[in-house]
Nanobody, 115 residues
Framework: QVQLVESGGGLVQAGGSLRLSCVTS????????MGWYRQTPGKQRELFAS???????NYADSVQGRFTISRDNVKRTVYLQMDSLKVEDTALYFC?????????WGQGTQVTVSS
C-alpha cells in the first residue's frame, strides 16, 4: 500500500537545521531518480531538489547552497539535509520519483520555521 514515507519534519527556528528521510518500498529504487517536493496551502506542489540514480543532484535557486539531497540505495531511502532554514521554507515536504512523480504521494512531513 504505502510506498513513500516521509519523516523528520518539525518546528525549528530560522537558521536551524533539519534532516528529512523518505523511506521507500520501490523495487526499482536503484534505477530511479528521486526528488523532494514541497507544498503550502493554496499553492502548487513544487520540486526543489532531485537526485539521479547515479547521485547527480539539482536544486532550485531558492534552496541552492542550503539543502542537500542524498540517497542510500541499500536502504532505498532518500534524505534531505536542510541547513540555514528560512521562514519561507515552511511547507509540507514530500518525496517521489523524479522525473515522473508516478507513485502515489505519501502523507508528507511538515516543516515549520519560526522567526
Amino acid at each position: 500500500q504505502v510506498q513513500l514515507v516521509e519523516s523528520g519534519g518539525g518546528l525549528v527556528q530560522a537558521g536551524g537545521s533539519l534532516r528529512l528521510s523518505c523511506v521507500t518500498s520501490l523495487l526499482r529504487f536503484n534505477a530511479l531518480g528521486m526528488g523532494w517536493y514541497r507544498q503550502t496551502p493554496g499553492k502548487q506542489r513544487e520540486l526543489f531538489a532531485s537526485i539521479s540514480r547515479l547521485g547527480n543532484t539539482n536544486y532550485a535557486d531558492s534552496v541552492q547552497g542550503r539543502f542537500t539531497i542524498s540517497r542510500d540505495n541499500v536502504k532505498r531511502t532518500v534524505y534531505l539535509q536542510m541547513d540555514s532554514l528560512k521562514v519561507e521554507d515552511t511547507a509540507l515536504y514530500f518525496c517521489n520519483v523524479f522525473p515522473g512523480s508516478s507513485y502515489s504521494w505519501g502523507q508528507g512531513t511538515q516543516v515549520t520555521v519560526s522567526s
